[in-house]
Protein backbone atom coordinates (compact mmCIF):
# COMPACT_ATOMS: atom_id res chain seq x y z
CA UNK A 1 0.00 0.00 0.00
CA UNK A 2 2.92 2.31 0.60
CA UNK A 3 4.36 1.84 -2.49
CA UNK A 4 1.12 2.40 -4.21
CA UNK A 5 0.61 6.11 -2.40
CA UNK A 6 3.87 6.94 -3.18
CA UNK A 7 3.39 6.53 -7.37
CA UNK A 8 -0.16 8.44 -6.74
CA UNK A 9 1.72 11.10 -4.44
CA UNK A 10 4.82 11.45 -7.31
CA UNK A 11 2.32 11.98 -9.86
CA UNK A 12 0.31 14.12 -8.08
CA UNK A 13 2.56 16.38 -6.06
CA UNK A 14 6.15 15.50 -6.53
CA UNK A 15 5.35 16.28 -10.72
CA UNK A 16 2.53 18.80 -9.89
CA UNK A 17 0.13 17.58 -11.41
CA UNK A 18 -2.57 16.35 -9.56
CA UNK A 19 -5.78 16.40 -11.48
CA UNK A 20 -8.32 19.01 -9.74
CA UNK A 21 -11.50 17.80 -10.71
CA UNK A 22 -13.06 14.35 -11.90
CA UNK A 23 -13.16 15.06 -15.55
CA UNK A 24 -9.42 17.23 -15.89
CA UNK A 25 -7.72 14.13 -17.01
CA UNK A 26 -4.61 15.44 -17.13
CA UNK A 27 -0.84 13.84 -16.76
CA UNK A 28 2.02 15.62 -15.79
CA UNK A 29 5.64 16.51 -17.13
CA UNK A 30 8.39 14.41 -15.86
CA UNK A 31 10.36 18.05 -16.80
CA UNK A 32 8.31 19.87 -13.99
CA UNK A 33 10.59 18.31 -11.41
CA UNK A 34 13.82 16.64 -13.67
CA UNK A 35 15.60 19.90 -13.54
CA UNK A 36 19.21 19.30 -11.71
CA UNK A 37 19.72 19.57 -7.96
CA UNK A 38 21.05 23.29 -8.70
CA UNK A 39 18.20 24.48 -10.19
CA UNK A 40 16.10 22.58 -7.23
CA UNK A 41 18.29 23.71 -4.44
CA UNK A 42 16.73 27.42 -5.64
CA UNK A 43 12.99 26.25 -5.98
CA UNK A 44 13.66 26.22 -9.42
CA UNK A 45 13.81 29.47 -10.34
CA UNK A 46 16.16 28.66 -13.19
CA UNK A 47 13.67 30.39 -16.33
CA UNK A 48 16.19 33.18 -17.10
CA UNK A 49 19.16 31.72 -15.41
CA UNK A 50 20.66 30.48 -18.38
CA UNK A 51 23.97 29.10 -17.54
CA UNK A 52 24.68 25.60 -17.97
CA UNK A 53 23.40 22.16 -19.29
CA UNK A 54 20.46 22.22 -16.35
CA UNK A 55 18.65 25.12 -18.33
CA UNK A 56 17.42 23.59 -21.03
CA UNK A 57 15.12 21.10 -18.77
CA UNK A 58 13.34 24.43 -18.06
CA UNK A 59 13.89 26.80 -20.78
CA UNK A 60 16.15 25.72 -24.44
CA UNK A 61 16.76 29.11 -25.12
CA UNK A 62 19.59 28.70 -22.54
CA UNK A 63 21.45 26.59 -24.84
CA UNK A 64 22.15 29.59 -27.08
CA UNK A 65 24.88 30.83 -24.41
CA UNK A 66 27.05 27.65 -23.88
CA UNK A 67 30.54 27.95 -24.16
CA UNK A 68 30.96 24.53 -24.32
CA UNK A 69 29.80 20.78 -23.98
CA UNK A 70 28.15 20.21 -20.69
CA UNK A 71 26.52 17.61 -19.36
CA UNK A 72 24.23 16.63 -16.28
CA UNK A 73 23.09 14.06 -14.22
CA UNK A 74 20.40 13.84 -11.14
CA UNK A 75 19.26 11.02 -9.45
CA UNK A 76 16.82 10.65 -6.26
CA UNK A 77 14.89 7.86 -4.65
CA UNK A 78 11.77 9.70 -3.81
CA UNK A 79 10.87 8.00 -0.15
CA UNK A 80 12.98 5.12 -0.74
CA UNK A 81 10.53 3.95 -3.39
CA UNK A 82 10.60 6.22 -6.30
CA UNK A 83 13.63 5.65 -8.68
CA UNK A 84 14.08 9.11 -10.43
CA UNK A 85 16.62 9.74 -12.84
CA UNK A 86 18.02 12.29 -14.76
CA UNK A 87 20.63 12.92 -17.58
CA UNK A 88 21.27 15.84 -20.44
CA UNK A 89 24.46 16.62 -22.22
CA UNK A 90 24.78 19.87 -24.92
CA UNK A 91 26.77 20.55 -27.31
CA UNK A 92 28.15 24.25 -29.30
CA UNK A 93 26.72 24.10 -32.96
CA UNK A 94 28.19 27.35 -33.56
CA UNK A 95 29.72 30.16 -31.62
CA UNK A 96 26.56 31.39 -30.61
CA UNK A 97 24.05 28.22 -30.69
CA UNK A 98 24.15 24.69 -28.97
CA UNK A 99 21.99 21.19 -29.40
CA UNK A 100 20.93 19.75 -26.26
CA UNK A 101 19.32 16.12 -26.06
CA UNK A 102 17.89 14.33 -22.72
CA UNK A 103 15.84 12.12 -20.74
CA UNK A 104 14.26 11.77 -17.42
CA UNK A 105 12.44 8.93 -16.18
CA UNK A 106 11.11 7.57 -13.02
CA UNK A 107 9.67 4.46 -12.06
CA UNK A 108 8.27 2.32 -9.36
CA UNK A 109 9.09 -1.43 -8.90
CA UNK A 110 7.81 -4.31 -6.82
CA UNK A 111 3.96 -2.46 -6.30
CA UNK A 112 1.70 -5.12 -4.60
CA UNK A 113 -1.70 -5.85 -6.49
CA UNK A 114 -4.82 -7.41 -5.46
CA UNK A 115 -7.27 -9.14 -7.11
CA UNK A 116 -11.15 -8.43 -6.50
CA UNK A 117 -11.47 -11.10 -4.26
CA UNK A 118 -8.82 -9.42 -2.55
CA UNK A 119 -6.31 -12.12 -2.63
CA UNK A 120 -3.04 -10.90 -3.37
CA UNK A 121 -1.58 -11.36 -6.91
CA UNK A 122 1.64 -12.84 -7.18
CA UNK A 123 3.25 -10.79 -9.79
CA UNK A 124 3.92 -7.57 -8.42
CA UNK A 125 3.47 -4.72 -10.31
CA UNK A 126 5.60 -1.19 -11.66
CA UNK A 127 4.96 1.83 -13.30
CA UNK A 128 7.12 4.11 -14.47
CA UNK A 129 6.77 7.38 -17.13
CA UNK A 130 9.58 9.41 -19.37
CA UNK A 131 10.62 11.93 -21.59
CA UNK A 132 13.07 12.08 -24.31
CA UNK A 133 13.93 15.31 -25.50
CA UNK A 134 16.20 17.29 -28.13
CA UNK A 135 16.51 20.91 -27.89
CA UNK A 136 18.48 23.77 -29.62
CA UNK A 137 19.26 27.59 -28.82
CA UNK A 138 20.69 30.12 -30.69
CA UNK A 139 21.73 33.90 -29.32
CA UNK A 140 21.18 36.21 -31.66
CA UNK A 141 24.35 37.80 -33.41
CA UNK A 142 24.93 41.33 -32.06
CA UNK A 143 21.88 41.08 -30.01
CA UNK A 144 20.78 39.96 -26.41
CA UNK A 145 18.38 38.25 -27.18
CA UNK A 146 18.61 34.36 -27.21
CA UNK A 147 15.92 31.65 -28.79
CA UNK A 148 14.98 28.50 -28.26
CA UNK A 149 12.64 25.23 -28.50
CA UNK A 150 12.45 21.17 -27.50
CA UNK A 151 10.70 18.34 -29.21
CA UNK A 152 9.62 15.70 -26.55
CA UNK A 153 8.68 12.00 -25.99
CA UNK A 154 6.24 11.31 -23.33
CA UNK A 155 5.86 7.21 -22.71
CA UNK A 156 4.20 5.78 -19.60
CA UNK A 157 3.13 2.42 -18.84
CA UNK A 158 3.57 -0.45 -16.48
CA UNK A 159 3.22 -4.15 -16.04
CA UNK A 160 1.42 -6.87 -13.22
CA UNK A 161 -2.08 -6.86 -15.11
CA UNK A 162 -3.52 -6.36 -18.38
CA UNK A 163 -5.71 -3.23 -17.00
CA UNK A 164 -1.87 -1.98 -16.13
CA UNK A 165 -0.62 -2.79 -19.76
CA UNK A 166 -3.73 -1.44 -21.51
CA UNK A 167 -3.16 2.27 -19.78
CA UNK A 168 0.58 2.59 -21.35
CA UNK A 169 0.13 5.52 -23.35
CA UNK A 170 2.72 8.48 -25.40
CA UNK A 171 2.43 11.01 -27.37
CA UNK A 172 4.70 14.06 -28.48
CA UNK A 173 5.29 17.86 -26.95
CA UNK A 174 6.93 20.98 -27.70
CA UNK A 175 8.60 24.02 -25.77
CA UNK A 176 9.58 27.13 -26.76
CA UNK A 177 11.63 29.55 -25.11
CA UNK A 178 13.36 33.27 -24.81
CA UNK A 179 16.15 34.92 -22.82
CA UNK A 180 16.57 38.76 -22.95
CA UNK A 181 20.11 39.60 -21.15
CA UNK A 182 19.21 43.65 -20.36
CA UNK A 183 22.86 43.80 -18.79
CA UNK A 184 25.64 41.62 -17.51
CA UNK A 185 23.50 41.90 -13.93
CA UNK A 186 20.12 41.52 -15.43
CA UNK A 187 18.56 38.72 -17.44
CA UNK A 188 15.05 38.06 -18.54
CA UNK A 189 13.64 34.63 -19.69
CA UNK A 190 10.22 32.99 -20.71
CA UNK A 191 9.13 29.71 -22.05
CA UNK A 192 6.02 28.07 -23.07
CA UNK A 193 5.91 24.42 -22.73
CA UNK A 194 3.60 22.04 -24.05
CA UNK A 195 2.46 25.01 -26.47
CA UNK A 196 0.25 22.59 -28.34
CA UNK A 197 -1.71 20.92 -25.24
CA UNK A 198 0.16 17.44 -25.80
CA UNK A 199 -2.18 14.48 -26.10
CA UNK A 200 -1.03 10.89 -24.78
CA UNK A 201 -2.99 7.83 -26.59
CA UNK A 202 -3.16 4.70 -24.25
CA UNK A 203 -4.39 1.83 -25.53
CA UNK A 204 -7.27 1.26 -23.18
CA UNK A 205 -8.61 4.69 -25.32
CA UNK A 206 -8.15 6.50 -22.80
CA UNK A 207 -6.70 10.38 -24.00
CA UNK A 208 -5.22 11.97 -21.40
CA UNK A 209 -3.31 15.57 -21.87
CA UNK A 210 -0.46 18.10 -20.14
CA UNK A 211 -1.42 21.22 -20.15
CA UNK A 212 0.34 24.33 -21.88
CA UNK A 213 1.81 26.01 -18.93
CA UNK A 214 3.85 29.93 -19.77
CA UNK A 215 6.92 30.16 -17.42
CA UNK A 216 7.99 33.90 -17.19
CA UNK A 217 11.21 34.38 -14.96
CA UNK A 218 13.96 37.33 -13.82
CA UNK A 219 17.35 37.07 -12.91
CA UNK A 220 19.52 39.52 -10.92
CA UNK A 221 23.61 39.30 -10.15
CA UNK A 222 25.68 41.22 -8.88
CA UNK A 223 29.24 40.81 -6.89
CA UNK A 224 29.20 42.02 -3.12
CA UNK A 225 33.36 41.39 -3.17
CA UNK A 226 35.71 40.62 -4.92
CA UNK A 227 35.53 36.79 -5.93
CA UNK A 228 32.25 36.57 -4.67
CA UNK A 229 28.71 36.56 -6.61
CA UNK A 230 25.19 36.31 -5.66
CA UNK A 231 22.27 35.38 -8.02
CA UNK A 232 18.68 36.05 -6.87
CA UNK A 233 15.53 34.76 -8.99
CA UNK A 234 12.03 34.42 -9.46
CA UNK A 235 9.74 32.77 -11.81
CA UNK A 236 6.23 32.14 -11.92
CA UNK A 237 4.18 29.89 -13.41
CA UNK A 238 1.05 30.21 -15.59
CA UNK A 239 -1.50 27.57 -16.25
CA UNK A 240 -4.93 27.37 -17.15
CA UNK A 241 -7.14 26.28 -14.85
CA UNK A 242 -4.43 26.58 -12.09
CA UNK A 243 -3.68 29.11 -9.51
CA UNK A 244 -0.46 31.27 -10.26
CA UNK A 245 2.57 29.23 -8.86
CA UNK A 246 5.97 31.08 -8.34
CA UNK A 247 9.36 30.18 -7.32
CA UNK A 248 12.37 31.78 -5.93
CA UNK A 249 15.85 31.05 -5.10
CA UNK A 250 18.97 32.23 -3.94
CA UNK A 251 22.42 31.09 -5.00
CA UNK A 252 25.66 33.09 -3.08
CA UNK A 253 29.31 32.06 -4.02
CA UNK A 254 31.80 33.35 -1.16
CA UNK A 255 34.62 31.89 -2.93
CA UNK A 256 34.51 30.87 -6.74
CA UNK A 257 34.17 26.86 -6.05
CA UNK A 258 31.27 26.75 -3.24
CA UNK A 259 27.80 27.72 -3.67
CA UNK A 260 25.19 27.48 -0.69
CA UNK A 261 21.65 28.10 -1.87
CA UNK A 262 18.06 28.73 -0.73
CA UNK A 263 14.31 28.95 -2.38
CA UNK A 264 10.77 28.97 -2.25
CA UNK A 265 8.90 26.14 -4.23
CA UNK A 266 5.36 26.70 -5.27
CA UNK A 267 3.45 23.57 -6.49
CA UNK A 268 -0.08 23.55 -7.51
CA UNK A 269 -2.51 21.62 -4.77
CA UNK A 270 -6.27 21.34 -4.71
CA UNK A 271 -7.54 24.59 -3.40
CA UNK A 272 -4.41 26.90 -4.19
CA UNK A 273 -0.69 26.06 -3.78
CA UNK A 274 2.20 24.45 -1.81
CA UNK A 275 4.99 26.36 -1.00
CA UNK A 276 8.31 24.09 -0.20
CA UNK A 277 11.27 25.71 1.38
CA UNK A 278 14.73 24.26 -0.56
CA UNK A 279 18.02 24.10 0.01
CA UNK A 280 21.23 23.39 -1.67
CA UNK A 281 25.16 23.67 -1.74
CA UNK A 282 27.41 22.57 -4.52
CA UNK A 283 31.12 22.31 -5.47
CA UNK A 284 32.84 23.24 -8.53
CA UNK A 285 36.30 21.66 -9.25
CA UNK A 286 38.45 20.99 -12.01
CA UNK A 287 35.43 21.63 -14.67
CA UNK A 288 33.42 18.90 -12.60
CA UNK A 289 30.41 19.92 -10.65
CA UNK A 290 28.61 18.53 -7.43
CA UNK A 291 25.21 19.68 -6.51
CA UNK A 292 22.91 18.49 -3.52
CA UNK A 293 19.34 19.22 -3.11
CA UNK A 294 16.68 19.11 0.00
CA UNK A 295 13.43 19.79 -1.08
CA UNK A 296 10.34 18.48 0.98
CA UNK A 297 6.96 18.56 0.10
CA UNK A 298 4.28 19.10 2.35
CA UNK A 299 1.73 17.40 1.25
CA UNK A 300 4.11 14.27 2.09
CA UNK A 301 4.24 12.63 5.39
CA UNK A 302 7.35 11.63 5.24
CA UNK A 303 8.56 14.43 3.61
CA UNK A 304 12.60 14.21 3.18
CA UNK A 305 13.78 14.29 -0.49
CA UNK A 306 17.27 14.56 -1.32
CA UNK A 307 18.43 14.89 -5.03
CA UNK A 308 22.26 14.72 -6.21
CA UNK A 309 23.53 16.09 -9.38
CA UNK A 310 26.89 15.39 -11.44
CA UNK A 311 27.80 17.53 -14.24
CA UNK A 312 30.45 18.30 -16.50
CA UNK A 313 30.54 21.92 -16.90
CA UNK A 314 33.74 22.62 -18.99
CA UNK A 315 36.38 24.82 -17.80
CA UNK A 316 35.75 27.66 -15.66
CA UNK A 317 34.92 30.80 -17.54
CA UNK A 318 37.79 33.23 -16.67
CA UNK A 319 36.61 36.31 -15.08
CA UNK A 320 38.01 39.43 -16.99
CA UNK A 321 38.98 41.27 -14.01
CA UNK A 322 38.21 45.17 -13.68
CA UNK A 323 41.31 47.14 -14.91
CA UNK A 324 39.60 49.62 -16.65
CA UNK A 325 41.30 48.42 -20.08
CA UNK A 326 39.63 50.76 -22.19
CA UNK A 327 40.77 50.42 -26.11
CA UNK A 328 40.49 53.70 -28.00
CA UNK A 329 41.78 52.51 -31.65
CA UNK A 330 41.22 51.11 -33.49
CA UNK A 331 37.05 51.12 -33.13
CA UNK A 332 35.42 47.69 -33.75
CA UNK A 333 34.79 46.55 -37.41
CA UNK A 334 37.33 49.16 -38.81
CA UNK A 335 37.92 49.06 -42.58
CA UNK A 336 41.85 49.99 -43.31
CA UNK A 337 43.98 49.48 -46.59
CA UNK A 338 47.51 50.03 -45.07
CA UNK A 339 49.64 47.32 -43.79
CA UNK A 340 49.56 47.88 -40.27
CA UNK A 341 47.20 49.77 -38.02
CA UNK A 342 47.74 52.20 -34.67
CA UNK A 343 46.55 50.57 -31.36
CA UNK A 344 46.16 52.75 -28.44
CA UNK A 345 44.36 52.58 -25.35
CA UNK A 346 45.07 52.88 -21.61
CA UNK A 347 44.82 50.86 -17.94
CA UNK A 348 44.02 52.52 -15.09
CA UNK A 349 45.83 49.93 -12.51
CA UNK A 350 49.07 51.50 -11.74
CA UNK A 351 50.41 47.78 -11.55
CA UNK A 352 50.22 47.15 -15.04
CA UNK A 353 53.70 48.54 -17.09
CA UNK A 354 52.91 45.81 -19.93
CA UNK A 355 50.25 45.02 -21.96
CA UNK A 356 50.21 42.22 -24.72
CA UNK A 357 49.00 43.44 -28.63
CA UNK A 358 48.40 39.84 -30.08
CA UNK A 359 50.70 38.43 -27.80
CA UNK A 360 54.11 41.30 -28.31
CA UNK A 361 54.52 42.61 -25.11
CA UNK A 362 54.15 46.59 -24.82
CA UNK A 363 54.89 48.87 -22.26
CA UNK A 364 52.20 51.02 -20.74
CA UNK A 365 53.72 54.48 -19.60
CA UNK A 366 51.91 56.37 -17.18
CA UNK A 367 48.78 54.57 -17.87
CA UNK A 368 48.97 54.89 -21.38
CA UNK A 369 49.93 52.54 -24.47
CA UNK A 370 50.22 53.07 -28.15
CA UNK A 371 51.61 50.14 -30.45
CA UNK A 372 51.37 49.81 -34.56
CA UNK A 373 50.02 46.06 -34.98
CA UNK A 374 50.82 44.46 -38.13
CA UNK A 375 47.86 43.51 -40.84
CA UNK A 376 50.31 41.53 -43.00
CA UNK A 377 47.13 40.09 -45.26
CA UNK A 378 44.26 41.67 -47.36
CA UNK A 379 41.29 40.65 -45.36
CA UNK A 380 40.70 39.72 -41.84
CA UNK A 381 42.19 40.69 -38.55
CA UNK A 382 41.18 40.35 -35.11
CA UNK A 383 43.04 42.62 -32.83
CA UNK A 384 43.37 41.18 -29.63
CA UNK A 385 44.96 43.39 -26.57
CA UNK A 386 45.80 41.54 -23.49
CA UNK A 387 46.17 43.27 -19.67
CA UNK A 388 47.63 41.11 -16.56
CA UNK A 389 48.18 42.99 -13.34
CA UNK A 390 49.93 42.06 -10.10
CA UNK A 391 47.23 39.83 -8.60
CA UNK A 392 46.78 37.72 -11.91
CA UNK A 393 43.41 38.85 -12.65
CA UNK A 394 43.29 39.75 -16.56
CA UNK A 395 41.33 41.76 -18.93
CA UNK A 396 40.88 41.36 -22.83
CA UNK A 397 39.27 43.86 -25.25
CA UNK A 398 39.43 42.55 -29.17
CA UNK A 399 38.72 44.48 -32.58
CA UNK A 400 37.63 43.46 -35.85
CA UNK A 401 39.68 45.04 -38.91
CA UNK A 402 39.01 44.37 -42.71
CA UNK A 403 42.04 45.65 -44.25
CA UNK A 404 41.07 45.44 -48.31
CA UNK A 405 43.36 45.69 -51.62
CA UNK A 406 44.16 49.84 -52.15
CA UNK A 407 44.57 50.95 -55.79
CA UNK A 408 46.16 54.36 -56.32
CA UNK A 409 43.73 55.49 -59.30
CA UNK A 410 40.71 54.06 -57.79
CA UNK A 411 39.74 57.36 -55.58
CA UNK A 412 37.26 57.74 -53.19
CA UNK A 413 34.44 58.91 -55.11
CA UNK A 414 34.98 56.84 -57.70
CA UNK A 415 31.64 54.89 -58.78
CA UNK A 416 33.35 51.29 -58.88
CA UNK A 417 35.48 51.49 -56.13
CA UNK A 418 33.76 48.77 -54.10
CA UNK A 419 33.16 46.04 -56.63
CA UNK A 420 36.46 46.96 -57.83
CA UNK A 421 38.54 47.48 -53.89
CA UNK A 422 36.14 43.89 -52.99
CA UNK A 423 36.88 41.48 -56.19
CA UNK A 424 40.69 42.90 -55.75
CA UNK A 425 40.54 41.38 -51.65
CA UNK A 426 39.41 38.08 -52.36
CA UNK A 427 41.96 37.94 -55.71
CA UNK A 428 39.13 37.82 -58.17
CA UNK A 429 41.09 40.76 -60.03
CA UNK A 430 44.39 41.98 -59.99
CA UNK A 431 46.02 45.40 -60.36
CA UNK A 432 48.88 46.40 -62.11
CA UNK A 433 52.49 46.56 -60.79
CA UNK A 434 52.99 49.98 -59.98
CA UNK A 435 49.52 49.76 -57.84
CA UNK A 436 47.08 51.21 -60.08
CA UNK A 437 44.25 49.93 -61.61
CA UNK A 438 43.32 51.68 -64.63
CA UNK A 439 39.87 51.32 -64.34
CA UNK A 440 38.39 53.45 -67.39
CA UNK A 441 41.35 51.57 -69.75
CA UNK A 442 39.32 49.36 -72.53
CA UNK A 443 39.44 46.03 -72.33
CA UNK A 444 40.97 44.09 -74.86
CA UNK A 445 39.18 40.56 -76.31
CA UNK A 446 41.88 38.62 -75.01
CA UNK A 447 42.07 40.96 -71.62
CA UNK A 448 38.49 39.85 -70.89
CA UNK A 449 38.92 35.94 -71.05
CA UNK A 450 42.62 36.67 -69.16
CA UNK A 451 40.49 37.99 -66.68
CA UNK A 452 37.87 35.53 -66.03
CA UNK A 453 40.08 32.55 -66.17
CA UNK A 454 42.34 33.90 -63.76
CA UNK A 455 39.26 34.59 -61.59
CA UNK A 456 37.84 30.84 -62.35
CA UNK A 457 41.49 30.14 -60.87
CA UNK A 458 42.76 28.66 -64.01
CA UNK A 459 46.40 28.43 -64.93
CA UNK A 460 47.15 27.70 -68.28
CA UNK A 461 49.94 24.98 -68.40
CA UNK A 462 51.72 23.55 -70.87
CA UNK A 463 51.50 24.69 -74.53
CA UNK A 464 48.44 25.60 -75.63
CA UNK A 465 46.34 24.17 -78.33
CA UNK A 466 45.45 26.97 -81.36
CA UNK A 467 41.94 26.93 -80.96
CA UNK A 468 41.21 30.12 -83.22
CA UNK A 469 42.90 30.92 -86.60
CA UNK A 470 44.18 34.21 -85.47
CA UNK A 471 45.42 33.18 -81.70
CA UNK A 472 49.09 31.30 -81.91
CA UNK A 473 50.78 29.58 -79.55
CA UNK A 474 52.88 32.27 -79.04
CA UNK A 475 50.39 34.92 -78.14
CA UNK A 476 50.67 36.06 -74.28
CA UNK A 477 46.79 34.92 -73.64
CA UNK A 478 46.86 32.10 -75.70
CA UNK A 479 46.85 30.10 -73.08
CA UNK A 480 43.99 31.91 -71.28
CA UNK A 481 42.04 32.03 -74.67
CA UNK A 482 42.22 28.25 -75.10
CA UNK A 483 41.16 27.78 -71.36
CA UNK A 484 37.97 30.18 -71.88
CA UNK A 485 37.55 28.27 -74.91
CA UNK A 486 37.35 25.10 -73.10
CA UNK A 487 34.93 26.08 -70.25
CA UNK A 488 32.38 27.76 -73.07
CA UNK A 489 32.85 31.29 -72.13
CA UNK A 490 33.95 32.66 -75.38
CA UNK A 491 33.27 31.02 -79.11
CA UNK A 492 34.97 33.23 -81.58
CA UNK A 493 33.21 34.36 -85.24
CA UNK A 494 32.16 32.49 -87.35
CA UNK A 495 35.14 32.89 -89.95
CA UNK A 496 36.84 30.89 -86.52
CA UNK A 497 38.89 34.13 -85.34
CA UNK A 498 38.72 35.57 -81.95
CA UNK A 499 40.10 39.05 -82.88
CA UNK A 500 42.24 39.16 -79.59
CA UNK A 501 43.41 42.31 -79.42
CA UNK A 502 40.11 44.06 -80.50
CA UNK A 503 38.39 46.06 -78.13
CA UNK A 504 35.53 44.19 -76.25
CA UNK A 505 32.54 45.85 -76.78
CA UNK A 506 28.93 45.82 -73.83
CA UNK A 507 27.11 43.20 -75.90
CA UNK A 508 29.85 41.06 -76.00
CA UNK A 509 31.46 41.28 -72.33
CA UNK A 510 27.56 40.72 -70.97
CA UNK A 511 27.79 37.21 -73.39
CA UNK A 512 30.87 36.39 -71.63
CA UNK A 513 30.34 37.14 -68.15
CA UNK A 514 26.64 35.55 -68.87
CA UNK A 515 28.59 32.35 -70.12
CA UNK A 516 30.84 32.66 -67.04
CA UNK A 517 28.42 32.44 -64.74
CA UNK A 518 26.64 29.63 -66.05
CA UNK A 519 23.05 31.46 -66.16
CA UNK A 520 20.07 30.01 -68.02
CA UNK A 521 19.03 32.39 -70.78
CA UNK A 522 15.29 32.12 -71.64
CA UNK A 523 12.78 33.76 -74.92
CA UNK A 524 13.06 37.17 -74.87
CA UNK A 525 9.73 38.97 -75.27
CA UNK A 526 10.17 42.37 -75.01
CA UNK A 527 13.23 44.37 -75.23
CA UNK A 528 15.66 44.55 -72.14
CA UNK A 529 17.00 47.73 -73.79
CA UNK A 530 15.32 50.39 -75.82
CA UNK A 531 18.21 50.25 -78.28
CA UNK A 532 18.26 45.73 -78.03
CA UNK A 533 15.95 44.55 -79.97
CA UNK A 534 14.30 40.89 -79.20
CA UNK A 535 16.19 39.71 -82.07
CA UNK A 536 19.63 40.93 -80.94
CA UNK A 537 22.41 38.25 -80.73
CA UNK A 538 22.81 38.84 -77.47
CA UNK A 539 19.41 39.89 -76.31
CA UNK A 540 19.09 37.06 -74.04
CA UNK A 541 22.37 37.05 -72.59
CA UNK A 542 21.12 41.06 -71.95
CA UNK A 543 18.41 39.87 -70.49
CA UNK A 544 19.98 37.29 -67.96
CA UNK A 545 22.65 39.76 -66.99
CA UNK A 546 19.91 42.36 -66.18
CA UNK A 547 17.75 39.90 -64.28
CA UNK A 548 20.93 38.94 -62.08
CA UNK A 549 21.67 42.59 -61.23
CA UNK A 550 24.87 42.90 -63.12
CA UNK A 551 23.96 45.47 -65.06
CA UNK A 552 22.16 47.43 -62.57
CA UNK A 553 24.95 50.47 -62.99
CA UNK A 554 23.25 51.30 -66.08
CA UNK A 555 21.58 54.32 -65.97
CA UNK A 556 18.63 55.65 -68.32
CA UNK A 557 16.71 52.97 -70.68
CA UNK A 558 19.91 52.35 -72.86
CA UNK A 559 22.44 49.83 -72.65
CA UNK A 560 24.67 51.15 -75.74
CA UNK A 561 25.61 47.42 -77.08
CA UNK A 562 28.19 48.00 -79.18
CA UNK A 563 30.46 50.89 -76.76
CA UNK A 564 33.44 49.47 -75.60
CA UNK A 565 33.80 48.08 -72.47
CA UNK A 566 36.35 49.33 -69.60
CA UNK A 567 37.77 47.38 -66.59
CA UNK A 568 35.63 49.08 -64.17
CA UNK A 569 32.60 48.08 -66.13
CA UNK A 570 33.59 44.45 -66.73
CA UNK A 571 34.56 44.16 -62.82
CA UNK A 572 31.24 45.62 -61.69
CA UNK A 573 29.30 42.66 -63.90
CA UNK A 574 31.73 40.32 -62.08
CA UNK A 575 30.95 41.39 -58.98
CA UNK A 576 27.43 39.88 -59.20
CA UNK A 577 28.22 36.67 -60.39
CA UNK A 578 27.17 33.65 -57.76
CA UNK A 579 31.25 33.12 -57.22
CA UNK A 580 32.21 36.11 -56.57
CA UNK A 581 28.81 37.43 -54.39
CA UNK A 582 29.83 34.63 -51.99
CA UNK A 583 33.17 35.33 -51.87
CA UNK A 584 32.46 39.20 -51.40
CA UNK A 585 29.66 38.09 -48.89
CA UNK A 586 32.07 36.06 -46.75
CA UNK A 587 34.54 39.15 -46.81
CA UNK A 588 31.98 41.69 -45.77
CA UNK A 589 30.33 39.38 -42.76
CA UNK A 590 31.80 40.84 -38.99
CA UNK A 591 30.21 37.69 -37.84
CA UNK A 592 32.83 34.94 -38.78
CA UNK A 593 36.13 34.41 -39.77
CA UNK A 594 38.28 36.73 -37.37
CA UNK A 595 40.73 34.43 -35.50
CA UNK A 596 43.13 34.89 -33.15
CA UNK A 597 46.45 35.08 -34.09
CA UNK A 598 50.16 36.14 -32.33
CA UNK A 599 51.68 38.79 -33.97
CA UNK A 600 55.59 38.04 -35.18
CA UNK A 601 58.09 40.42 -33.28
CA UNK A 602 57.45 43.29 -36.18
CA UNK A 603 54.96 44.64 -34.14
CA UNK A 604 56.13 48.29 -33.04
CA UNK A 605 55.48 50.45 -29.75
CA UNK A 606 55.33 53.65 -29.50
CA UNK A 607 56.54 55.75 -26.31
Known amino acids: MKKIL ?182 LGMVAQNVTGTKLESGNNVENSMLSTLKAGVKYSIKPLENQKLTLAVDADMTKKRPVAYHAGVEYYPIPNIALRIGMDQDPAPGGVESNLTAGVGLRFSGMEFNYAYHPYTQIADNATHYFSVAYVGPEKEEMASLDLSLLKPTDKSIIYADNVEVTGSVKDKSINLVKVNGISVPVTEGQFTASAPVDKL ?32 GEGFWAKKPIEHTGTVGLVQGYPDGTFKPERALTRAELATLLVRAKGVTPYGKPKQVFKDVKANHWAAGYIEAAQRLGMVQGYPDKKFRPNNKINKAETVAVVVRFDKLALNPVENKPYTDVGVKHWAAKYIQAAKEAGMLSYIEGVRLRPKEEVNRAESVEMLSHTGMASKMINELLAWDKGFEYEISKPALKASL
Open 6 to 187: TLLLVAGVVMAGACFAADDLTVTDPLYIGVGARPLGMGKAYVAVAEDADGMFINPATLGRINGPKVTSMYSSVLGDVNYMVLGGAYPHTKNSAFGAGIVRSSVDGIDLYAADGSRISTPGSWGNSVMFVSYGINLEDAKLSLGGSAKYFSQGGSGTATIESASASGMGFDVGAVYTANENLS
Open 379 to 410: GKKLIVVEAKNAKGQTARDTRRILRLVHFTDV
